[in-house]
């Protein structure tokens, strides 16, 4: 591929990238989420990943093929950003109407410490009736977070002893119904604007 489509490919990705970080103050302390691409020009994002939902059955990627999966990566502790995003993923759905059925909204954690599978359950069903929420060993949530390249890190709670937050980034990931990367939406993305996006997929 020649460099300069390269660069462009890397500068889009990367003002995506800050566009999302720039509205995600847990995230701001790290800039440039880079985002690698194949001589195809397809980014290399997202991968298999086997992990427990929250009835703490094994799941992985291949039980998602034939929909599309919308994937965030976040914390149930997270006092904001988190939440406002799966509110924002939950109305757009529903405004899908039946149309949204082709679509696998899933929460990955990436507080597995914190968030079992039982937390995970309470949460997502504050969300929508189908957000599937995932959580698994340190080890088995750190190699999914790499292969979307999402970074996150913990940080200390000033305002509470023993407790921590995460930075982390915050990005909606689509991905197709082979569980190949689309596109994703930075945090605070509109409903309406996610609705039209999906529905030219479909
Ligand atoms: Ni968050």
Redesign the pocket.
């Known amino acids: 591929m020649p460099i300069r489509l390269l660069v462009v490919i890397f500068c889009s990705f990367l003002l995506g990238g800050l566009v999302g970080l720039a509205a995600h103050p847990?995230a701001w302390p790290k800039t440039a989420i880079v985002l690698p691409v194949e001589r195809t020009g397809k980014a290399l994002v997202g991968g298999p990943f086997a992990l427990t939902d929250q009835h703490g059955k094994r799941v992985t990627d291949k039980d998602f093929r034939g929909r599309f999966m919308l994937v965030y990566f976040?914390?149930t502790f997270?006092p904001?950003?988190?939440p406002a995003d799966m509110q924002i993923l939950s109305t757009a759905l529903e405004n899908m109407g039946p149309k949204a059925d082709r679509f696998a909204p899933i929460f990955i954690t990436i507080d597995p410490e914190r968030d079992t599978a039982e937390r995970l359950a309470s949460y997502v069903q504050h969300f929508h009736p189908r957000l599937i929420g995932l959580t698994g060993s340190v080890d088995e949530i750190t190699a999914v977070a790499k292969a979307y390249r999402v970074y996150f890190s913990k940080v200390k709670d000033e305002s509470a002893e023993d407790e921590y937050l995460?930075n982390?980034s915050?990005f909606i990931y689509v991905m197709n119904e082979q569980g190949e990367y689309l596109t994703h939406f930075g945090h605070g993305t509109k409903p309406d604007a996610i609705v039209e996006r999906l529905t030219k997929l479909l």
Do not use: I, K
Request: proline share 0%.
């Open positions: 847990e976040g914390y997270c904001d950003v988190c995460m982390h915050a």
